[in-house]
Nanobody, 118 residues
Framework: QVQLVESGGGLVQAGGTLKLSCAAS????????MHWYRQAPGKQRELVAA???????NYGDSVKGRFTVSRDNAKNTLSLQMNSLKPEDTAVYYC????????????WGRGTQVTVSS
């Protein structure tokens, strides 16, 4: 069973950058599709980025061109580089392991807060 722990959140000014990390335990990480989600107060959870075990990526429309997802299967880590941050990027960010059979996230981290000030 994969366990996930996010880190790297914080307070940043608009236009700034942050890099989130997700440390995974368990050997299954390297074969799993991984997702980054975010949830702002009063809003639904939003898929931010996805990456397959082989490194194929996909992004939500609101972050395309600004965020980059990557993974290091040897180190069991998932990353999200966030550039040109906007106040609307303020949210709790979660990494999640996605199950291709059930087509849903099955393991979640506890989340890390990102706050972008204007």
């Amino acid at each position: 069973q994969v366990q996930l722990v996010e880190s790297g959140g914080g307070l940043v000014q608009a236009g700034g950058t942050l890099k989130l990390s997700c440390a995974a335990s368990g050997s299954a990480f390297k074969i799993m599709v991984m997702h980054w989600y975010r949830q702002a107060p009063g809003k639904q959870r939003e898929l931010v980025a996805a990456i397959t075990s082989g490194g194929v990526t996909n992004y939500g429309d609101s972050v395309k061109g600004r965020f980059t997802v990557s993974r290091d299967n040897a180190k069991n880590t998932l990353s999200l580089q966030m550039n040109s941050l906007k106040p609307e990027d303020t949210a709790v960010y979660y990494c999640a392991a996605y199950d291709l059979l059930t087509k849903r996230p099955v393991v979640w981290g506890r989340g890390t807060q990102v706050t972008v000030s204007s």
